[in-house]
């Protein structure tokens, strides 16, 4: 059985992380599902929406990943993630939500560790000098060249 991946987050960025998934993954439309928290919706609205959209699914493993840890969205999802077999990893990105997806027949622990992994993965940082591997081109030497 394959886990399912709950997008808990500030309107719209979780359907939005979702609609990317899809961009890439277009067999996971079933195994991903979103709740756009509201700027004006109170923390029990949006778990009484939470609560709705997963008890629709049955009860698989489900991995629940949220944007800001302590914000509204985290704070539901603590507590959503206290009634059933579910794991909560904060601080979602698409490189963490590319790789969950990716990995979703895995166990849940494991797939928490992927998240996780991913996620750290996916951020770093890009020189804006010549790409890797590459020697410089003589103009590239001249700080001024980019000027008209």
Known sequence: MSTRIFIIAHAP???ALRECALH???DCADSVVTLDV???A???DSLAQARNLLGALGDPPTLVLTDVFGATPCNVAQRLVEERQARLVTGVNLPMLLRTVCYRAESLDAL???AVVGGTQGVMQV???APQNQNPRPHDQD???HQQ
């Open 38 to 40: 509201q700027a004006d």
């Open 24 to 26: 890439v993954f277009t």
């Open 143 to 145: 700080p001024n060249d």
């Open 127 to 129: 020189a804006a000098t």
């Open 13 to 15: 960025l979780a359907h």
């Open 42 to 44: 109170s923390p029990e």
């Open 112 to 114: 928490v560790q992927r």
